[in-house]
């Protein structure tokens, strides 16, 4: 090398160590500043997150999808039972998902039900693929300061795991928007307690056919249902696995149901099936093909409020009583 | 993906035939000249042909036969097409050209030019490089040159910005509506063919530019494969920006033969762009999406050059004014085009056509959640805001600036932006599949 060269390299390493210390404080202050922004969301996803892990002490807890998002009106369960309701279910997640916050809240707080809003996709890889990355967005604010996050992102995703520990804007990756503005002031969503109602209805034409039935399940996937159950069971919680309705083309099963359905009888847990419940199988009920409407949601979960209160006054009465303090 | 080492053979043979071909082409004249550039070119096109059409064609003969009750005795074969495989086998072609035309001395050196084939930053998606203008790089000595390495890394950079925070991003969008194109408003597939089209620019110029980046950083000079394309004025003027050593590659070795026995016949002229775009639409994929968006794209500057004679719009609006109505239009025309590249059949393709022409109702899909929406609209803002300075207004520099505050924070922004709102899904790059 030349004494030239040796001039250009060094040159080049010390503007570069310059720029690589800019950049560790500049990602340290905007981390720090996400970080308390994220703390004190206003509402939305990151709210009910947060409130299923760290805060809960409702009776009964709600999880799944967008579709369980919107609905279950939690308003309802608490009118129809006298036992306060929390909504954790999230947009875009699935099994994988639920499973993990189920058991961050069973160390702090044992509700008395848990019901589980699943599809007939639910333990397919495309929905654990989606599944992980929401499951990511949700837990890596918090690996840096609660270790069971930390090993469950060593688990699940430990590429996302390592590029959080180095950057700290990285964990609010995507979040930026949501924290700056307020998600309330973007999406105008009234929230019920986890429970978001969608209004008037999209549904036009043909009843389009459900895809992705015959999508075979992910195993990994499977255990993590398995492990949901199991964990309910366990700490008795009353369980029950619910498919709300859907506006498509009826269609009798699909591999990921009937693989719930074996699952859930191994473990004498109820799985009540609604999506093609005549009641409910109605085009204004529902905002489009897969999520019901405000009304559709009313109507919902009313009948599932009267059918779970029946259910629990024929087989363990004792729920009914001594309801938290929540709400 | 999947690394198959078996794979290395095929990169082996079209190296060892091209490297024996181009020596025997420079020995050679005459009619024994051109036998060996056709044995090469029939080595090259018959792996590419065999890898990528095979069964493309089988099918499309099963389908056939089955319209008059025939079984196809042939089967389909079970294999993946090698990654670049279409990349580096017109690289190699252009050498071989070259070498038969007097541009380009034969390689002595073997490792010089299977280096040539492989050299790694534009492997996989090129640009396709001509011999003259990189072979003699490898034979210079490199040394470290700290405004080269910069200049190298500036360009990476801006490579990651179009690639993470443009490209992925509006994938997530796109992926969304065109997974599902039956279930989409007019204008919801609209708006995603609008950003399908700067995602597929921002994926492959953003590889391109990573590309030339890396090689500069070690010394070697690319050729330029993108000049912001959407913001040509035309639609001609587009894909001349567009994949250029691509288009320079069918314009050299196609185009320019063919167009010496149509010279003074416009019609043929005509047809012949027609067939270098079905040509480039076939070189994309085996799939009739493809075929599609090449006759469409080139039938569109076929109609837009009709058009220009024959109407003579500059004489009716002035030059302002046909500059923003051809960047605007063009920049239309240009995205319908390649909702055939993205539609996963033509039946998906002719649909999406079909909602967008009479606008479907429906609302608009904002995705889940809704406020993700306004991403897809910030990095769509940020990416034109960006080439629009970069297009008219050159001295208008920030990462290129030669204030070191103002340049070091164009590096922060950036970066920041990236750890913000880029999209790490590991997503490959689009041309990777070609």
């Known amino acids: 090398m030349t004494k030239e060269e040796i001039k250009h390299v ?106 589980l809003d699943v599809s007939a996709k639910e333990l397919t890889w495309r929905a654990a693929e989606n599944s992980k990355a929401v499951l990511a967005s949700m837990i890596l604010p918090y690996v840096r300061k609660d270790t069971s996050f930390a090993n469950i992102a060593r688990q699940l995703f430990p590429e996302e795991l390592m590029k959080a520990e180095v950057s700290k804007i990285y964990p609010y ?61 366990e700490n008795n919680v009353k369980l029950y696995v619910i498919q709300s309705p859907i506006y498509v083309k009826k269609f009798k099963t699909s591999i ?19 999506s093609f419940d005549t009641a409910f199988y109605k085009r204004d009920l529902f905002y489009d093909n897969l999520h019901l409407n405000s009304v559709g949601a009313e109507l919902f979960t009313r009948q599932l409020a009267s059918d779970i209160k029946a259910d629990i006054e024929k087989n363990d009465p004792s729920i009914l009583q001594h309801p938290n303090k929540a709400n | 993906m999947d690394f198959i080492p078996i794979y290395i053979l095929v990169l082996a043979f079209t190296i060892v035939v091209d490297y024996f071909a181009g020596i025997l082409i420079e020995k050679s004249s005459g009619a024994k000249r051109k036998w060996y550039l056709r044995m090469s070119i029939v080595a090259n096109v018959g792996i590419l042909a065999f890898f990528k059409y095979f069964n493309f064609v089988n099918d499309n003969i099963t389908f056939v036969l089955k319209l008059f009750d025939f079984t196809n005795p042939v089967t389909d074969l079970s294999f993946i097409l090698p990654i670049g495989l279409s990349f580096h086998t017109f690289q190699a072609m252009s050498y071989t050209i070259e070498v038969s035309r007097g541009n380009q001395k ?12 492989m050299f790694y930053p534009q492997l996989v998606a090129g640009p396709i490089e001509r011999p003259q203008n990189i072979i003699n790089q490898f034979y210079e000595p490199k040394k470290f040159d700290y405004d080269r390495v910069v200049a190298g890394l500036k360009i990476v950079l801006w490579g990651f910005f179009k690639k993470l925070i443009v490209a992925d991003r509006l994938s997530i969008y796109v992926n969304a509506v065109y997974n599902n194109p039956y279930h989409h408003s007019g204008k919801t597939l609209f ?42 004025k035309s639609v001609a003027e587009k894909w001349n920006r567009w994949h250029i050593s691509l288009y320079t590659w069918f314009k050299d070795y196609v185009f320019a033969p063919l167009s010496k026995k149509a010279r003074r016949n416009k019609t043929k002229l005509l047809g012949l762009v027609v067939f270098i775009f079905l040509l480039s639409g076939i070189w994309h994929g085996a799939n009739w999406t493809f075929v599609f968006w090449g006759i469409f794209s080139g039938l569109s500057i076929v109609a837009e050059r009709l058009y220009k004679e024959k109407v003579k719009p500059q004489k009716y609006i002035s030059k302002t004014w046909m500059t923003i109505l051809g960047t605007i239009i063009s920049f239309l025309v240009c995205s319908l085009s390649c909702l055939f590249f993205r539609a996963l059949s033509v039946k998906d393709a002719l649909h999406i056509g079909k909602a967008i022409a009479t606008m479907k ?74």
């Open chain 1, 10 to 115: 060094s040159k080049f390493f010390k503007k570069f160590f310059i720029l690589l210390a800019v950049l560790f404080v500049l990602d340290r202050i905007i981390g720090t500043l996400l970080e308390n922004a994220y703390q004190n969301a206003p509402q939305g996803d990151i709210k009910v997150f947060a409130h299923s892990i760290t805060n809960p002490a409702e009776d009964i807890f709600i999880y799944g999808s967008s579709r369980a998002v919107h609905g279950y009106d939690t308003r309802i369960f608490t009118d129809s039972l006298a036992l306060s309701c929390f909504n954790s279910g999230r947009e875009n997640s699935n099994i994988l998902y639920h499973a993990t916050i189920l058991k961050e809240m069973l160390k702090k707080h044992k509700p008395k039900i848990v019901v």
């Open chain 1, 173 to 233: 990756n995507s979040l930026v928007l949501s924290l700056a503005v307020g998600k309330h002031k973007f999406d105008k969503e009234e929230i019920y307690n986890g429970y978001v109602p969608i209004h008037g209805h999209k549904v036009k034409g043909k009843v389009p056919s459900f895809t992705d039935e015959n999508d075979k399940t992910d195993p990994f996937t499977k255990s993590n249902f398995e492990e949901f159950v199991k964990t309910a069971k």
């Open chain 1, 256 to 274: 990921s149901l009937d693989t719930m359905k074996s699952i859930l009888s191994r473990y004498n847990e109820p799985f009540w099936d609604y």
């Open chain 2, 106 to 117: 034969a390689e002595r050196n073997f490792g010089i030019y299977a280096l040539y084939v």
């Open chain 2, 191 to 232: 708006l995603a063919t609008i950003f399908f089209w700067l995602q597929i620019y921002c994926d492959f110029s953003g590889y391109s530019d990573i590309a030339i980046g890396s090689a500069k950083v070690m010394g070697y000079d690319l050729m330029e494969n993108f000049r912001r394309p959407i913001l040509g």
């Open chain 2, 361 to 434: 109702k429906g609302a608009l899909f904002k995705g889940s959640p809704p406020i993700n929406f306004y991403y897809f609209i910030i990095v769509a803002i940020l990416l034109l805001t960006v080439e629009l300075f970069q297009e008219y207004l050159p001295k208008v520099k920030v990462i290129g600036n030669k204030n070191v505050v103002i340049r070091y924070t164009g590096y922060v922004i950036v970066i920041m932006l990236i750890l913000m709102i880029g999209v790490f899904n590991g997503s490959q790059f689009i041309y990777f599949q070609f």
